[in-house]
Structures are given as C-alpha cells and as structure tokens.
C-alpha cells in the first residue's frame, strides 16, 4: 500500500559539486575516531582502557544513564587514546586500525523467527541501538518504550546529500533483514519514504508501508514524513532510523558482524572530482578528500550535508551517523557594499535585488559567510514558505527563547528535531541560529519533562 | 594596504570596546562582514536586514522625489504664481523652480530625521552594547514623508527623540517594539503641537508664513492649502478631480499625496516579497467595506446633508482610497512586520481592521479628518491578541489529535 504526498513549501538548493555516481574504495585510514558528542545527551562510561586490543564491534563504551545501551568499535584494532576536555569529558576515542579488520561473532540469526525481546537485546548488545533515534527530543532511542511508529526516508532532498538509490543499490536482502527486525519492535507501522519517480530498493520490501513523496526540500527529511503521516502527540513516542544504518543492522542479522562499511557522497563545489566513496565510521576524511583533489585550500569540511552537518577539519573523522561529506569555500571575507548592491551569484527566496528568482535551474557555488550579521526577529512570514509542517515556525522558536515549556510543549516541540528547521534558517534575514535554538529547547524539555 | 584590510585592523582594534558598535554599523555600511556560520546551516541567503530595510527605501524614493516637486508646484500655485498643470506628465509640474522649493524644505527634513534618529539608535548601541540596527533606515525615511511641509525642524527632532527613545528603544530596539516607530513621531507630534498638524494651513509651503505677515499688518492675500479630507470635513465643494488625487496634485503631507507613485511601490514590496501583501490587499478591503457602509447609511436617508459627517460620509467608498493617507498607510506603515500580525492568517484580520477604523475614525474624528495613523497604531497594540488567536486555532488542532487518539 503506498500514499502520494506533496511537499510544496520549502525550497531547493542547487549547489555546484554534486557527487558523480561513481563508487571508489576509500584508502584505509590509519585511525579511526569516534566522537562521544555525536551521541546527544549520553554521557559515556569507558568498557575498555587506552591500548585494549578491539576487533570489530567490541564494545568500546556504554551509556553512564542507561548501561544496556552500548558503542562498539567500527575497525579492528588497538584503542590508542582517550581523549579528554574539560572537567574529563571524553572528547575523542582513537583507535589505531588493523591492516585488515578481524570481526567479533555475534551469531548469525533469521530475524523471521525471532520475537520483539530478543531482536531488541540483539541490537542493544552488538551496539547498533545507537543508530536507532527517537522522537521527541530527537536524541538515542529509549529502549524501554515502545514506539508507535517506525519512520525510514529514502528520498534524497538535501543538497549534495547522498542519494539513496545509488547508495543502496544491492542492499536489499540486509534492508528486508533489517526492516522485518523492526516491524516487530512496534506495534504501528515501519513507515518508509522514496521519490515519486525514483525506483528505491524499498519498493520491493515487506513489512513496510511505501509513502511516495513529491516536491520540494524537505520532503526528504523524516520529520516531514512524520508531520505528514502520522504526527507525534504528547506521551508517543516514534523512532528514526536512516537507510545506511539499516544496512548495516541487516548484514549484523545476516553475517553476525558489525560492518561499519558505508557508502559516501563527497561533494561540494571546493573538490576537483566529487563522487561516492566506500568507507567505514569513523575514517580520516582526508583520505578521500585527498584522493578527489581540492580546488582550494580555504574550504570548510562538513560532516553531512550543508544545511545541518557538522563543522570538521580537514584532518576531521567520519561522523556516526553521516553517509554524505560536503567540502564548500569558506566565506571569511568583505564584501564592498555587499548589503546593497545586486546579487547574482548567491540564493535567496525574495526578489530584493537578488535574482535567484530568474534562473532556478542554476547550480550556485555558496561559501560559509552569513551574508549579513545577527538581528533580533524581524521580518515574517518568509519562514512560513519554506517549512511545510503544520506548526508556526518562528512562534516556537521564540517559546524556545524565552523557555517557556508550556507553549513549547503546546506549540508542537514533541514533533520536531533541529534538522526540520534547517531551511528557515537558511532563509532568516536576521541570522538567527534556528537548529542550535531547536536543540537547545529540546535538551531544556528532556531535562525538565524527560 | 587597501581600504578594506586597513577597515579590518581597525575593527579588531575596536573589538571589545564600547565604540565597537559604533564602527562597526559604519564598517557593515560599507562591507558585507566577514562572519561565517558555525554549526547549523553552513550556507545561508543573501538577504540580510539591510538589504530588506534598503529595498523599502527604494520603494519609497519616488515618492520622495516627487514630493519635493509638489512641495514647491502648490507652493507657486498657492501663490498664483503659475497656473495649474494639465497633469502628471506635464512639463509644467517637473521644473527646476519647483524642485528647488521642494528639496530646499524636504531635504532638512531628511537629515535631521535621520541626524537625531541615527544618534540615538548609536547611542542607545554604545551604551547597551549591542550592534546598530537597521530598522531606522526606513523609520526616518518615512518620517518626512508624513508630516507637513512646513514643521519647524526643532518639532520634529523633539518628536523623533520622543519616537525613537519610547516607541522602540524603551522595549529593546528594532524586532521588539510594539508601536511602528514613524507613526509614534507622528502621533507625538500631533497631540503636542496640533496647530502644526491640521487645519488648512500647514500642507502648503508658505502658507504660515504668510499668515504671520497679514497679521502683521502687510496686505497680502492669505494662502489656502485646504487638503480634499479638510474640505469635505467642512461640507466644503471640492477643488480637485479625481485624477489630481490620483496622479497626486493636491496639498498634502510630503510624501503621501501620488496614490499612482504609491502603487507602484505597493507592487515593487510586494515583487520583492518584502511587503506583505495580504496586509496591504487586506487594508484596502477593509476601507472599502467601511465606505461602501457610510454610503449605505446616507442611501438610507438615516442622515441629512446639514448632518456635519454627511460630507465624509457622501464620498463614494471607492474614493476614500484616494483621499487622504489610507494608501500610503496601508503600503508602508500597516505593514512594517514588527508591529503587524506576524501569522498569514492574522495579517488578514489586522489589515482588515485597520481599514474599517481608518476610514470610521476619518469620518468621525471632529478635530481632524484623517484616521490612519491612530488605525495603525491601534492594531499594532491588538496585532499580538489577534496573533494570539490565530495560533490558538492551531495549538486546538493538536490537542484534538491527542484526544481523538486516547478516546
């Protein structure tokens, strides 16, 4: 059974440096690198000590508040620091990898004829629980609660996101693995989205429910989907979880490893040659980044796609969760008169003497300047065009402001992540930091409500 | 070393201090800064608050321009000094005699709004430490643009103090203010100095003056520069045909009298996407509605022409747009998006309102016949309930989702 829905407000970004779809192998990095703060609000507690000998999925460290949630390493190899910050935060684990990785059986399994129990504490102890996200909060599911909902998108919208068609193709015995696993873990539906026009792998899965969607930036992102099909309401809980990250949940199912191998799209108008990459979490960016060749030196190295990835540097590690890296130019420079005069070669969603509006086929080359300086709220209803969830935008993010839990909570705070509000960012004429206004409203709920 | 790295030097001189700000709203003026995103978006658009306010002042340039050659056409007109133009485009009405009347009484105006109400909005920076924002670009374009011809320049620096300091400093500068800026100077100034701002002296340059000097004993004619709103206020016939009205031949404040200059920047905010134009299109139904009900009542025979509002209430509805200030109110002032409803469907009752009042307070106010300032200014304080409800309407939804569920 599949449902049409079309996503009208919002907006495409295109961005020179899409990545071309050819696949290579990443060189083998010498360290890979798993960043705790990846993991949102979990606290870690260390299983292993600085020069433990760790094959592939070994347990590295577990959640402080929720021990059976526990983080394996992506690589065989020696656990080579523990890197600290302030007040002994873990900052960085640094494992130096094998020349060839060796990996810890779990035991291969049919997910057919398991039950709800044992998949969820098969996942939780092989360590693939930290793929699995929840809404509210946007943070590691909560084991203990069974979620109403499932949602999976696999339409690519985001820009010089990879494309899940090509990233998938071939996929579908770990997807069908993997989704059939979660189907049991909820009583609902594993609602997944693909592009009216794309041919996704998911089409031909059971235990799904196929939702076609159309239109515009951000029919790709989950939280559109959940806003479109099935909203959370206070006290549900639904779970997110990305197509990459089932694979690699569908092969643990299937061959009983923990296959860190994902396939990346480098892009970005700051490479000579972006295309696709095999490489696994945690990798040295560098290897790939270099192998593609840079236009640039003064580039911005983005952990995911532009509108909601992480700043890393160059010599920065592959994110957890990401399966795209973007290189873009950094914009660290004046502009004269900038403020007034004509602007051609830069996006924008008004026609105040920007001329975006005239071409909107046309790939644009954006740097990282914020094209203005930071305002209070001003200008309205410019967020309303590009955000499609029934929810007012800039009405909430003020609730989040002055921290007004009830009319966070009133408002729909239960049913959004930061990434939902990417694109009003993108457009805000006062520079306001929406995400990081999201985020912050979220912890403040998880912390008071929970 | 160029002017830009030099700039550049100097801004991480002053980082820190407390003139920072002040630097830097002067070196922003001149240079896009070179700030970069963090985390979040990595990219972002090209618009920023100045170019947003910019694109406002260049909607309003027309009718400044063509403010100045009115100021000095009814200045000579009034003074029978050169005979009537045939209209708009007419080689008469764009002279240099009349341009140089014109900018030698609008452009003080011009600067010593934007003279005080740019010191204060530095001062106000510099002391908070907080950088200098935009909103005053537009708010002291707008001011002379709406006030009579001839105010003594003291009054308006008093009243743009006044404007800038309660009407939007006291609740936190630009974003956070809740009465529209320009229409607190004018409101100032007509509850202080209401000589100055009615009666069918002030609109034309000269006319004071002029009236200073009969009393001082000169024979001379006095001037009238009696506006359409004035004459029908007092059951007086009109001087004017429509076309004047519309074209903008008429006596007036400053920048308001060209309906057709006024609508053509309607159409450029509304291009641009900087105006909202539910609010203007929303306005405009709102004054028609209000006029088509006057009318009624006069159809009705419910008044008689001694009755005193029976010359307001006889003009055809669809005049009321343009007589007066409604249109002007309706494209610039309603429409600031601080002080407007800021929800789509909000705008839609806000600017509706502020029609219907407009023109009820137009009819009815016995001391001047004009209401769209007070109209505005009494939606910006109703602007936020309205918001209020609106959202309400959507909170309701997601609470009936909840409900429909556990039942």
Same mark, same amino acid.
């Given at each position: 059974?599949s ?9 495409n970004?295109?961005?020179k ?5 050819t696949?290579?192998n ?6 890979y ?11 870690p507690?260390?299983d292993?000590k600085e ?10 460290f ?8 526990k983080?394996?390493?992506p ?25 060839? =990785? ?7 399994f ?6 709800s ?5 098969h ?7 930290? $793929? ?7 943070v590691?599911?909560?084991?203990d609660?069974k979620?109403?909902a499932i ?19 071939g ?8 989704v ?6 909820t ?8 592009g ?5 792998v998911?089409?031909g ?14 029919a ?5 989907l959940i806003?479109?099909?099935?909203p ?7 779970w997110?979880?990305t197509?990459q990250d089932?694979?690699?949940?569908g092969a643990?199912?299937?061959t009983?490893k923990?296959n860190?191998?994902?396939v990346?799209a480098?892009?970005?108008s700051?490479?000579?040659n972006p ?5 696994k ?6 290897t790939?980044i ?9 580039v ?6 532009v509108l909601s ?9 592959l ?6 890296v ?5 914009? =660290?420079?004046?502009? $004269? ?9 830069k996006?924008?969603?008004?026609r ?14 954006l740097n990282t ?6 305002r209070? $709220?001003?200008?309205?209803g ?5 955000f499609?969830?029934?929810i ?6 003020k609730?989040?402001?002055y ?9 729909g705070?239960y ?10 960012e993108?457009?805000?004429v ?5 995400q990081e ?14 | ?14 980082k820190?201090t ?5 630097f ?8 896009l ?6 985390n ?8 920023d ?8 002042i ?12 009115n100021?000095?056409y ?5 003074l029978?000094?050169i005979?009537?133009?045939?209209g708009?485009?007419?080689?008469t009405?764009?002279t240099w005699?009349?341009?140089?009347v014109g900018m ?12 005080v109400g740019?010191?204060v909005?530095?001062?106000f920076?510099v002391?908070?430490?907080?950088e ?6 537009v708010t002291g374009?707008l001011v002379?643009?709406?006030?009579p ?8 620096a ?22 529209n ?9 007509f509850f202080?100095y209401p000589t100055?701002m009615?009666?069918?002296?002030v ?6 003056e ?6 001082a004993g000169?024979?001379l004619?006095a001037?009238?520069?009696e506006t ?8 007086n016939?009109i001087a004017?045909?429509?076309?004047d ?9 400053v920048?308001?009298t060209?309906?057709f200059?006024?609508i053509?920047?309607a159409l450029?905010?509304?291009f ?7 609010i203007?299109?929303s ?5 028609l ?6 009318n009624?009542?006069v159809d009705?025979g ?8 029976y ?14 200030s409604?249109l002007?109110?309706?494209?610039y ?6 002080t407007?409803?800021?929800t789509?469907?909000?705008?839609w ?18 001391a001047?016949?004009?209401?769209v ?5 009494l ?9 209020h409800?609106v959202?309400q ?5 997601r609470?009936?989702r909840?409900?429909?569920?556990t039942n």
């Amino acid at each position: 059974m599949s449902k049409d829905i079309k996503i009208k407000k919002g907006l495409n970004i295109r961005l020179k440096g899409e990545a071309s779809k050819t696949l290579s192998n990443a060189p083998r990095s010498k360290t890979y690198v798993i960043r705790p703060s990846e993991f949102h609000l979990i606290t870690p507690k260390m299983d292993v000590k600085e020069g433990a000998k760790l094959k592939a999925g070994d347990v590295i460290f577990y959640s402080k508040t929720n021990e059976a949630i526990k983080f394996v390493s992506p690589v065989s190899g020696t656990l080579l620091t523990i890197k600290r910050g302030a007040k002994r935060v873990i900052i960085e684990i640094i494992i130096e990898a094998d020349q060839l =990785d060796t990996y810890r059986d779990n035991g291969v399994f049919s997910v057919s004829s398991m039950n709800s129990d044992e998949i969820k504490n098969h996942l939780l102890a092989t360590g693939c629980w930290a $793929f699995i996200k929840q809404r509210p909060y946007d943070v590691i599911a909560n084991p203990d609660v069974k979620p109403k909902a499932i949602f999976i998108s696999a339409l690519t919208t985001a820009p010089l996101s990879a494309d899940y068609d090509f990233t998938l193709l071939g996929k579908e015995n770990e997807l069908q693995a993997a989704v059939t696993a979660f189907s049991k873990l909820t009583d609902g539906k594993v609602n997944v989205s693909v592009g009216e026009n794309s041919k996704s792998v998911f089409e031909g899965l059971n235990d799904i429910t196929v939702h076609k969607m159309s239109g515009v930036h951000p029919a790709g992102n989950v939280g559109t989907l959940i806003n479109k099909v099935d909203p959370v309401n206070k006290g549900e809980v639904v779970w997110t979880i990305t197509p990459q990250d089932l694979v690699i949940i569908g092969a643990l199912f299937l061959t009983g490893k923990f296959n860190a191998k994902r396939v990346i799209a480098l892009s970005g108008s700051s490479l000579k040659n972006p295309k696709y990459y095999t490489a696994k979490i945690g990798a040295e960016v560098s290897t790939f980044i270099y192998d593609s060749g840079l236009n640039e030196e003064n580039v911005r190295v983005i952990n995911g796609n532009v509108l909601s990835g992480e700043k890393i540097a160059l010599k920065g590690h592959l994110g957890y969760y990401s399966d795209t890296v973007t290189v873009i130019p950094e914009g =660290d420079d004046y502009e $004269f008169f900038g403020w007034n005069k004509p602007v051609f070669d830069k996006i924008s969603t008004s026609r105040a003497l920007t001329f975006s509006w005239l071409q909107p086929n046309k790939e644009y080359s954006l740097n990282t300047n914020t094209n203005g300086e930071y305002r209070a $709220f001003v200008i309205t209803g410019s967020y309303e065009e590009v955000f499609p969830l029934d929810i007012y935008p800039m009405q909430i993010l003020k609730a989040c402001k002055y921290e007004d839990l009830d009319e966070m909570e009133a408002l729909g705070m239960y049913e959004v992540a930061p990434e939902d509000f990417a694109l009003t960012e993108f457009v805000c004429v006062s520079k306001q930091p929406h995400q990081e206004i999201i985020r912050k409203g979220l912890d403040l709920m998880y912390k008071e409500i929970g | 070393m160029g002017l830009k790295s030099n700039l550049h030097s100097l801004k991480e001189k002053f980082k820190g201090t407390k003139m920072a700000p002040a630097f830097n709203a002067l070196h922003t003026f001149l240079y896009l800064p070179n700030e970069t995103t963090h985390n979040g978006t990595h990219i972002k658009a090209a618009d920023d608050l100045k170019r947003t306010m910019n694109t406002v002042i260049i909607a309003l340039l027309p009718c400044l321009i063509y403010g100045m050659f009115n100021a000095g056409y009814q200045h000579y007109l009034a003074l029978g000094e050169i005979e009537a133009t045939s209209g708009f485009f007419a080689a008469t009405f764009w002279t240099w005699d009349n341009l140089i009347v014109g900018m030698w009484q609008v452009l003080p105006l011009v600067i010593v709004s934007y003279g005080v109400g740019l010191t204060v909005e530095f001062l106000f920076a510099v002391i908070k430490g907080h950088e200098v924002e935009e909103g005053y670009l537009v708010t002291g374009m707008l001011v002379p643009l709406i006030v009579p011809i001839d105010i003594p320049l003291w009054m308006l620096a008093v009243a743009v103090i006044f404007g800038v300091v309660i009407g939007k400093e006291i609740f936190g500068g630009t974003g956070m203010n809740i009465l529209n800026p320009a229409l607190t100077i004018r409101a100032f100034l007509f509850f202080s100095y209401p000589t100055w701002m009615s009666g069918d002296k002030v609109w034309v340059h000269g006319a004071v003056e002029r009236d200073q000097m009969i009393a001082a004993g000169e024979g001379l004619d006095a001037i009238s520069g009696e506006t359409i709103l004035g004459a029908y206020a007092q059951n007086n016939s009109i001087a004017y045909d429509y076309w004047d009205m519309f074209w903008g031949l008429i006596p007036g404040s400053v920048g308001e009298t060209s309906k057709f200059l006024i609508i053509i920047g309607a159409l450029f905010l509304i291009f641009t996407k900087i105006g909202s134009w539910r609010i203007i299109i929303s306005t405009l139904i709102g004054a028609l509605t209000m006029g088509l009900i006057f009318n009624g009542v006069v159809d009705a025979g419910w008044i008689g022409d001694s009755n005193k509002f029976y010359g307001l209430m006889n003009v055809p509805f669809w005049q009321h747009l343009i007589i007066g200030s409604i249109l002007f109110g309706a494209v610039y002032m309603a429409t600031d998006p601080v002080t407007a409803s800021q929800t789509n469907k909000g705008k839609w009752i806000y600017g509706f309102l502020i029609g219907l009042i407009s023109i009820m307070i137009r009819v009815f106010n016995p001391a001047y016949p004009e209401g769209v300032f007070l109209a505005i200014l009494l939606m910006n304080v109703f602007a936020p309930t309205i918001d209020h409800y609106v959202i309400q309407g959507n909170v309701k939804r997601r609470m009936n989702r909840l409900k429909v569920k556990t039942n």
